[in-house]
């Protein structure tokens, strides 16, 4: 049962620094079992990003053109390998995988592999696809589809933005062809990778901020949202009951992000974020969002990689910025987790 506007404006209420906003109309398109919504999944595989591809492929309102991948979770090498081996595993070799930047475009280099493992899916070992990598790089393929698709595309960036700020940089004749941004990253309140940045954003400051600063219409699904969307032990043995090769490989990488989870914080529970965003655009009304003004903060000192969100209808108008991200306050839990076994259970 999708949440009333007005219940979504009620939890919006509850929202870390939400102000008195409607729920916003959702901007971001979604995709129907008669027009389902071309997207474009910008991945580092990594635990979450494996159980959204799955989403992705299994929902017949989305229809996934293509996965790039990009450095951040893992080395790149390893995120195209996984992301041809899911797909492989999912069934879906025939969609292509490009692969994109090993990391940032300014600063350091980030890594998750603490949380994700070195290859980026933990002791998994995916049986190798029998397609190859594309021979055009991310930004190609990207620009490519943009170019030709019949439709303006979405894209779906559930990694760091480097391959993002790169295309608009590269290609900025093609924003109008992008039809919308619906990113996993950023945070109203605290970041993950420090206090103050979320990993995606954490990892390419810089990348972000040409992002955020583009005008392609963007959805920020971060992690005040996404900290609702938790699988646990009993979502392990759901998945490995569904007796399919598919379920089984999202149970061991969900078992792997579970122990590591617990290993770090304490925590029985494990956010599958990247799902977050797939499901935004496949479900209308599963995820409450409110309109928000984000910059992204790029300096050296502790906030680096900070989403600076502000909801406040008087201090924007004051200050003559509009609230134009929608920023995702609110999921049911156990309806993101049975959207998660449903795609699994139809899956090989
Ligand atoms: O902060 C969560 C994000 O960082 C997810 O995309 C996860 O895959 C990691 O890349
Ligand atoms: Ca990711």
Redesign the pocket.
């Known amino acids: 049962m999708a949440a009333s506007p007005q219940a979504a404006g009620e939890l919006i209420q509850s929202a870390p620094t939400a102000y008195r906003v409607a729920a916003a109309a959702r901007r971001a398109p979604f995709g129907t079992l008669a027009h389902p919504l071309p997207i474009i999944i910008d991945s580092?595989p990594?635990l979450?990003?494996a159980l959204a591809i799955a989403l992705a492929v299994a929902r017949p309102e989305l229809n996934v053109l293509a996965v790039t991948t990009v450095g951040?979770?893992a080395e790149v090498r390893h995120c195209t390998l996984n992301a041809l081996g899911l797909l492989h595993a999912y069934g879906r070799s025939d969609i292509p995988v490009a692969e994109g930047a090993a990391g940032p475009v300014l600063g350091e280099i980030v890594r998750?592999t603490e949380v994700h493992g070195e290859t980026g899916i933990g002791n998994t070992r995916l049986e190798p696809s029998p397609v190859a990598v594309q021979r055009e790089g991310a930004v190609a393929l990207m620009a490519r589809l943009l170019r030709t698709h019949a439709q303006p595309v979405t894209i779906v960036p559930?990694?760091p933005l480097t391959n993002i700020a790169l295309l608009l940089k590269l290609h900025p004749e093609l924003a109008p062809r992008i039809a919308h941004l619906c990113l996993?990253g950023g945070s109203i309140g605290e970041g993950?990778a420090t206090v103050s940045g979320?990993?995606?954003i954490y990892a390419d400051p810089e990348a972000a901020d040409i992002v955020f600063r583009s005008g392609v219409p963007i959805t920020m699904i971060g992690?005040d949202v996404t900290h609702q969307a938790l699988l646990d032990r009993d979502s392990v043995v759901a998945l490995r009951a569904l007796g399919r090769a598919s379920a089984r490989i999202a149970a061991e990488l969900t078992a792997y992000a579970l122990d590591r989870n617990m290993e770090w914080s304490g925590s029985a529970t494990t956010a599958i974020?990247?799902a977050v965003a797939v499901a935004h655009l496949a479900i209308p009304g599963l995820v409450a969002v409110a309109p928000y003004h984000v910059a992204v903060d790029i300096t050296a000192g502790p906030c680096r990689g900070r989403t600076v969100c502000d909801g406040m209808p008087r201090r924007l108008a004051r200050t003559g910025r509009a609230a134009t991200t929608d920023v995702g306050i609110h999921i049911d839990r156990a309806r993101f987790e049975r959207l998660l076994l449903d795609a699994f259970s139809s899956l090989p």
């Open positions: 580092d990594g979450d990003d951040g979770n998750a559930i990694g996993m993950n979320e990993f995606n992690l974020h990247d």
